[in-house]
């Protein structure tokens, strides 16, 4: 992020530019705050470039702002003619206030202080007590850059003005910069590989503009899958399940019989999860999982519990009670220390009985069930001969 100022028109004041290369991994979209109230902005637009290809900039500027409002059913940015400057009021620019109007234009300098080179373009927001924009105007850097219009690979000597528009656009409806992805996304500090809206751009514009569905839906929403509630866990398995969240969730805590034990990596594909709840922004990425190794357990009941945050702060959890059986090697490292002695024989419609096993030194009697959701025959009991 690239701040300019400084800036004392009323109240608080954000500024951003956009800079070039270096590329970083992660996910998730980032919001700072305010937002449009009602979704409902205005922005003149009358651009011309006297430094750039023939253009039509303001088509351009109009495209970006569709994309944006076709994110939303509650974003409704309406584009307006009028040559209005974007640093008008602002100290330092000697550009009388225009009665608060988001502008946007091309500049050589940003509202009286020097343009810097590595920054391609500028968003300048302010906002009232109650996280409501009330201004945002948007700067194109035209004195170290060339501006066109193209779709593919960026080029650092001429700007894509669509792309940086539409970013920029990203922040006058309130979205920060998302640097921690592993795909591009348009609303990245430096990288510019995404050349319109991705997924997570849209998403992010989702959770500030929200439908009336996810208005109304709990704020977050988590399901441990395994284990199971009663199931009998035993082995090294996975512990998992979705959360999904309104806001984007920062991460998610696990707990063993009340004790913490770290953080579950969130955000794995989940198409299903998607399918039902597809209000929620991100509901496709909303798997976690983790393996663990139940025999390090005693065997008994032990509840397991899951906590997922969002990123202002809110908070689910869900636990379940279930149950681990083990031999008392908690990792046997050579199959060969496993042997079946004894008989075995189907006990029931989806179980056998191995009546006499030697694992490691000890003698056992286990019970193997088909089991739902690992989708697998697994240890149902183990008991000590
Ligand atoms: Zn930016």
Redesign the pocket.
């Known amino acids: ?2 701040f300019i100022g400084p800036l004392t028109k009323p109240l608080l004041t954000f500024t ?3 800079l070039l290369l270096t590329p970083s991994l992660g996910h998730g979209f980032e919001l700072w705050g305010p937002k449009w109230k009602n979704g409902e902005a205005d922005i003149y637009i009358n651009l011309n470039n006297p430094n750039g290809t023939n253009v039509d900039w303001d088509k351009h500027m109009r495209r970006a702002i569709d994309a944006w409002n076709n994110t939303s059913t509650e974003l409704h940015i309406t584009a307006k003619s009028g040559d209005y400057h974007p640093c008008a009021g602002y100290p330092g620019s000697g550009i009388p206030e225009d009665g608060n109007r988001n502008s946007t234009g091309f500049s050589k300098e940003y509202c009286g202080t020097a343009i810097d080179e590595d920054t391609i ?1 500028v ?1 300048s927001s302010l906002w009232d007590e109650d996280l409501n924009l009330t201004e945002s105007d948007i700067t194109f850097n035209n004195n170290h850059y060339a501006w066109s219009q193209y779709n593919g690979k960026p080029i650092a000597s001429t700007r894509d003005f669509y792309r940086i528009a539409a ?2 656009l ?2 006058f409806i309130g979205l920060d ?1 998302e640097d921690n992805t592993l795909t591009p996304v348009l ?1 990245h ?1 430096y990288d510019e590989t995404a050349a319109d809206l991705t997924q997570d751009d849209i998403n992010g514009a989702r959770s500030i503009y929200p439908s009336p569905a996810l208005a109304a839906a709990p704020k977050m929403q988590l399901n441990i899958e395994e284990p199971a509630p009663g199931q009998i866990a035993s082995g090294v398995s996975n512990i998992r399940g979705w959360a999904i969240a309104k806001r984007e969730i920062s991460h998610t805590e696990i707990f063993l019989d009340n004790k913490p034990i770290g953080l579950i990596p969130h955000g794995s594909t989940r198409n299903d999860v998607a399918n039902v709840h597809s209000v929620y922004p991100s509901a496709g990425s909303s798997g976690f999982s983790m393996i663990y190794n139940w025999g390090l357990l005693n065997p008994g009941n032990h509840t397991i519990k899951v906590i997922a945050h969002d990123k202002i702060g809110n908070t689910v959890q869900k636990s379940v009670n279930f149950t681990t059986t083990s031999v008392s090697n908690p990792y046997i490292n050579n199959s060969n220390k496993v042997r079946i002695n004894g008989t075995a024989e189907v006990s029931g419609n989806n179980t056998i009985t191995l009546n006499d096993v030697n694992a490691d030194g000890g003698n056992y009697r286990m019970v193997i069930e088909w089991n739902v959701g690992t989708q697998q025959w697994a240890i149902k009991t183990i008991q000590a001969k």
Do not use: D, L, V
Request: proline share 0%; aromatic share 0%.
């Open positions: 992020m690239k951003s530019g956009i373009a968003t970013h920029e990203g922040h910069h609303m500090t």
